[in-house]
């Protein structure tokens, strides 16, 4: 970078990895390494499920804005521009990098927080805290090992009925995000379940779905997290899924024009909560199918997306109203047909077994003519001949049963006409 003659050295740490050039919007893996959230999107969509640094296999694709280091850069921009260059030592000893605090400091910040009751100032040690889990994978471990850290967060969301919090979203969206920043470290996902859904007196999910309705993108993309993670069992998953307006604003985050992550967090925790039956039939009437078709349907959708969109569209296919929906909307059907072989293999399998559902288990018309009309036999002849799994290939088998059947009857039928006004 040069400005006036004057070489400029960025920080190595302000470079994403993959493109060497200063991120603008950086966000961390699972693996702890930070990139820019452009390359790294770039990067998944291709197919990969590593770490492009440590070429890890990577435990999830879902990644964590890295606040921290944003502001850093924001930091270290502006001393650029005013033609003042800091070196990364001094950014990191300014005033307002006291960003990061440091461990002994945050357990002092977290002893204010139990016996604190002024929720702005609650606010600001939350933010300190949240610094310094945004900071490293080590820092976040050692969070969520402090006694008594979580269950000081789960109680100020079980707070959320009260009118202090109800009146600022800002506080709850704070204890989401710090929150969310956690999880993957938490080693008792139950416990969390029963402190957040099943304690006497507390309503944790009326925060999260308080910072649904009223949070800011990252805010939301933390709740939704939350929800999915703490969804791992039967009675959980139906707890989340019956409590009014949750589904609602779950479905309104897999729209289109949303922000990418945002999508990919609202379909995550939707693959998470939809398995019991009544979830699924109250997805089905809110019109979940519509807005699954929506997102397979559009050209701009990532490799995530759309797996996970199909992914949800199977879980709805395996009740009857779900099947019904999708064979009563032809262009879903032939959506779904397109995605076969061209996304990757999970979404080939989802889409498979989609068809199966509705052609061979249904046996629907509807949609077994919508199926026909988009070329899918072709795309089943071809997956015959891939290298597919032995799960995909008999589906595959049973289809084709389906569609020679099919065949056979149209021709016998053309033949019987046919024979009907042949003179002799």
């Known amino acids: 970078m040069v400005r006036d003659d004057l070489y400029i050295t960025v920080p190595s740490l302000f470079k994403c990895p ?16 930070t990139y820019d959230r452009s390359s790294i999107q ?16 990577l435990d999830s694709k879902e990644f964590i804005p890295n606040r921290t280091l944003q502001r850093l850069i924001e930091i270290w921009s502006d001393s650029v521009r005013n033609r003042r260059v800091d070196s990364l030592d001094s950014l990191l000893s300014r005033p307002d990098s006291d960003l990061v605090p440091s461990l002994d400091q945050v357990r002092n910040l977290i002893k204010d927080l139990q016996s604190q009751t002024d929720n702005n100032r609650v606010f600001e040690s939350l933010s300190k805290i949240l610094c310094f889990a945004t900071k490293s994978e080590e820092n976040r471990k050692s969070l969520a090992k402090m006694d008594g850290f979580i269950v000081t967060l789960v109680e100020f969301l079980g707070n959320a009925g009260d009118r202090v919090c109800r009146n600022n979203c800002h506080f709850l969206e ?3 995000r710090v929150l969310e920043s956690v999880l993957s470290k938490i080693e008792d996902h139950e416990n969390l379940t029963s402190l957040i859904l099943k304690t006497e007196g507390r309503d944790g999910l009326a925060a999260l ?15 939704a997290r939350v929800l999915g993670t703490i969804a ?33 967090a609202g379909l995550s925790c939707l693959i998470r909560i939809s398995k019991p039956k009544r979830a699924k039939s109250k997805l089905v009437h809110l019109g979940a199918i519509k807005s699954l078709a929506k997102l397979i349907s559009d050209s701009n959708s990532t490799v995530s997306v759309t797996e996970k969109s199909l992914k949800v569209l199977e879980t709805m296919s395996s009740s009857k109203e779900g099947r019904s929906q999708i064979c009563d909307d032809a262009a879903c059907v032939a959506a779904i047909v397109q995605k076969v ?3 990757s293999s999970a979404a080939t399998e989802h889409a498979v077994t989609i068809l199966w559902s509705v052609c061979y288990l249904f046996r629907d018309q509807k949609a077994q003519d919508a199926v026909a009309k988009a070329n899918g036999l072709t795309k089943i002849l071809l997956i015959m001949q891939s290298n597919c799994s032995p799960a995909v290939r008999q589906m595959s088998a049973d289809l084709l049963k389906i569609f020679r059947v099919n065949s056979k ?12 006004i042949m003179p002799f």
């Open 18 to 33: 993959i493109s060497l050039d200063v991120m603008k919007s950086p966000v961390s893996l699972s693996t702890g390494v």
């Open 42 to 57: 770039r990067w998944l969509d291709n197919g990969h499920n590593t770490c492009p640094a440590t070429m890890q296999i």
């Open 341 to 343: 072989l061209k996304v």
């Open 232 to 264: 791992n069992d039967a009675e959980s998953k139906l707890l989340i899924a019956e409590k009014d307006g949750l589904l609602p604003e779950l479905l309104k985050l897999v729209s289109p024009e949303h922000d990418t992550a945002l999508i990919e």
């Open 174 to 176: 704070q204890v989401v």
């Open 409 to 420: 009857s149209c021709l016998s039928s053309y033949d019987t006409k046919t024979t009907h």
């Open 209 to 223: 779905l308080l910072v649904l309705q009223q949070g800011t993108t990252d805010s939301r993309i933390a709740s």
